[in-house]
């Protein structure tokens, strides 16, 4: 019997391609091209389609000063994308969950074996106006849920702030909600330094490369670090905080970064994070990126620290000790 062909035309399927999706997965999920767009389906946690829908237009509008990729139904509400083999998993409260940006994204981790949601945006998962979940992740129980956040690389610092504004919002949120604890998984830079999201990783670079990336993962901090007109924002930990939120993110991909506090003798090592790893005789070889005075107390200096990996840590990621904390 011949295979009935895909509802989609040669472009749209090219573009779901790319993304590493299969048939399968395509049918299952109801993507077809109508009116010259890519469609995406929604479904409830019921698993039904609810008459909700994005799309990808082949010749997408100018908005603001930019092409809108995707759009949906003015005036509509911010929604999740749950994709078919998430539904499930996602009712039961049986499995880690995923975050990511996107649908062929949530597709493709949810191909990949992930209980996965998708977002619009970075900043989808809260009702406007406020940080309290939208109604579509209002309805799942978070209570003793282990999340991850995959969120794409950005090349441009001021997207990158941006992006960790958000995570670190919705971070606080869901543990507000009960969930047991939130990891931000990295993507790395694309080719050139570019941006990169995680279909574009798993085609590149395969699922057992993606699974050391969620073996890295850090927990989601909640807390903005400390303005330095304040004086607990003046400690040493607190300059580091800073120092990483605002450069953390130059280095990826085989560097673990963090911040080196050091006097001529002696020196910490915090990550990004914001946990200890290494306190004591200046013996360690290491590469500073670059230095900064921030921080004059005890007449300390400090730096973004890159170690090759791995790094020279007893713990890190999810298997860190808890009882690290931050030098005071």
Known sequence: MPKLRLPLDDADLANLRE????????????????????????????????GFFRWRPHDPPIIGDKPAKYLQPKGSPVKA???????????????????????KKALRLSQEGYTTIGLGGVYSWKKKGTDDLIDDLAAIDWKGCEVSVVFDYDEKPDTRRQVDDAR?????????????????????????????????????????????????????????????????????????????????????GGWHTGVLLFTYTNFTFIDGAHQTHRKGPWKTRATVEGTDTLSSVNHLKIGILCYPSPCPTPQTGRNRPTNDRPVR
Do not use: W
């Open 81 to 103: 994308y749950f994709p078919a083999a998430s539904v499930c998993k996602l009712r039961d409260g049986s499995s880690a969950v995923m975050f990511t940006e996107g649908e």
């Open 19 to 50: 993304s590493g999706l299969t048939d399968a997965t395509i049918r299952a999920n109801k993507l077809h091209t109508e009116n010259d767009a890519l469609v995406f389906p929604c479904r409830d946690l019921d698993g039904n389609v609810n």
């Open 168 to 252: 670190r919002r919705f971070a606080k949120a869901l543990r507000g909600v009960g969930a047991k604890d939130v990891f931000d998984v990295k993507i790395p830079p694309g080719p050139n330094g570019g941006k990169q999201g995680v279909d574009d990783f798993l085609v590149a670079h395969g699922a057992e490369a993606f699974l050391v990336l969620v073996a890295k993962a850090e927990p989601v901090p909640t807390q903005e670090p400390t303005s330095v007109a304040k004086p607990e924002g003046r400690t040493d930990s607190a300059n580091a905080a800073r120092l990483i939120h605002q450069f953390g993110e130059l280095n990826r």
